[in-house]
């Protein structure tokens, strides 16, 4: 009828100054999400040192992050905070399709790199992926995110009612569909790989943390056991944001699912368009995790904003992102060499290294385990 085309029509309108604050937060998220997103991928294709099989897999969550955050993050927040489509009937089905596609490719590529990280430590003498692994396993990822989603992308269509037009996905059976699509998406990209991460890190963490060798204080034993810890470490966190992020929004769907009067509360507007801002801006975190955590991601950044004047980048954030590099020590009279310097050194046919007087050179019989981050 009439009036319920005009209550379609006004039961979104929000106040300018509310209109702006949430523009803002949606911006923000933006912003940092893309432009950061893009430093980390610059980071890991511009340096050799950093193309390792974790950080290809960090690339690929940085690809889909900032994939998310360009092409949904601001169209959503329009279309939540005005109730109308603006867009077409073309973007409408990328719109509900790729949100489902990105957040699968990037909640595995992080199950990907626990998985690594427990062959690398659980089981070391075990073959490591190699590149063309990684790749592959990357391709299987998007595509079981594209088989997953399409069901979004085939029934999605576009409603044009009296002054309001709808974007929406015609399921079927309209009554039981979209919830049980949703408890999918949810087992499949939340439930089943944070469960599988949780099992896998405790059991890192079970040997990073709680069986060191006794008696074992060598330096190049503590260092690669620090070396460890730390990838692990920054690892978790990541994980540990991404699932406070996304949990509110998978729980309001569940929730609006079972109880449909839910939907036409005063207030739900402005809780969806909480709920929403939180989980994009899962896509912006991840860079300020690397930076903070990671000397090389760190030393990448502070490469990209030398010009700042704030921003100072020393010899030391310069030999974090060299292929091959002296690792400095806890006492300045002694320095280790890794093996992969060692092998270039005798491939150069270098003659025998003379130390510096009173110092003492160690050359390890194990890589650095600093080279697995």
Known sequence: SSSDSSILANQFVQPAW???????????????AVFG????????????????????????LAFSDASMAAFNTLINFIYAAHGEWYFGEVYCKFHNFFPVTAVFASIYSMTAIALDRYMAIIHP???RLSAKATIGIIFCIWSLAVVLAFPLCYFSTTRILPGRTFCYVAWPRVADDPFMYHIIVTVLVYVLPLAVMGVTYTIIGVSLWGSEVPGDSSENYQAQLAAKRKVVKMMIIVVVTFAL??????????????????????????????????AMSSTMYNPIIYC????????????????CPFVRMSSYDELE?????LR???QSSMCTLTRVDTSILSKNKIG????????VLKIPTVAHASQQS
């Open 245 to 278: 992020c996304w949990l509110p929004y998978h729980v309001y769907f569940i929730l609006t699912g079972l109880n449909k009067r839910l939907v036409k509360w005063k207030y739900i507007q402005q809780v969806y368009l909480s709920v929403l801002w939180l």
């Open 321 to 325: 992102l060299q292929n091959t590099r």
């Open 125 to 127: 003498l075990k073959p």
């Open 292 to 307: 903070c955590l990671n000397g090389r991601f760190r030393a990448g950044f502070k490469q990209v904003f030398r010009w």
């Open 37 to 60: 997103n893009l430093i980390v991928i610059w980071i890991i294709l511009a340096q050799k040192r950093m193309r390792t099989v974790t950080n290809y897999f960090l690339l690929n």
């Open 328 to 330: 400095p020590c806890h």
């Open 352 to 359: 025998p290294l003379q130390p510096a007087p009173h110092s």
């Open 18 to 32: 509310r209109i702006a604050l949430w523009s803002m937060a949606y911006i923000t998220v933006l912003a940092v």
